[in-house]
């Protein structure tokens, strides 16, 4: 029978590859994020790939397979694009990029969301308006 050594080198090589995995395996979705910082899951539509967030500033990008679009409570429309970034704290998105909402002929930008009690506040940049948690329990698709 041969004798079978392994290297210090493989050893090293195999703990890299477990540690690897298992700290893609522990990582929380984007939900659960959301959900840490005190927001429903439904604030992000359904089908994000991946994010990125810098815990310690709060800037994160959220990744979809491409544009989203859907309407909130039959009047008003918003539309996700395949990138959405801003910064996240307790209980509010700031900063916000890459989500619009159609109000009366045009789109424009939502800016912000804050919650506030059992509402979230959507602002944009002249404007705001409040809807109940209740409507984002799920994710929209």
Request: glycine fraction near 8%; include cysteine; hydrophobic fraction near 35%.
């Amino acid at each position: 029978m041969g004798s079978h050594t392994i290297s210090v080198a493989s050893i090293r090589y195999l703990t890299l590859i477990c540690l690897f995995q298992s700290s893609h395996a522990d990582k929380p979705t984007a939900y659960e994020i959301l959900q840490r910082y005190n927001f429903p899951i439904g604030v992000l539509p359904k089908g994000v790939t991946g994010y990125d967030l810098d815990e310690s500033t709060g800037k994160f990008s959220a990744y979809l397979n491409g544009s989203c679009a859907f309407s909130l409570e039959g009047s008003y429309q918003l539309n996700y694009k395949p990138t959405i970034k801003g910064y996240v704290s307790k209980g509010r998105l700031s900063k916000l990029e890459g989500v619009k909402v159609k109000l009366f002929f045009i789109w424009v930008d939502i800016v912000e969301v804050d919650r506030n009690g059992d509402d979230l506040d959507f602002s944009v940049a002249f404007a705001s308006a409040g809807f109940s948690v209740d409507s984002f329990e799920e994710c929209p698709q």
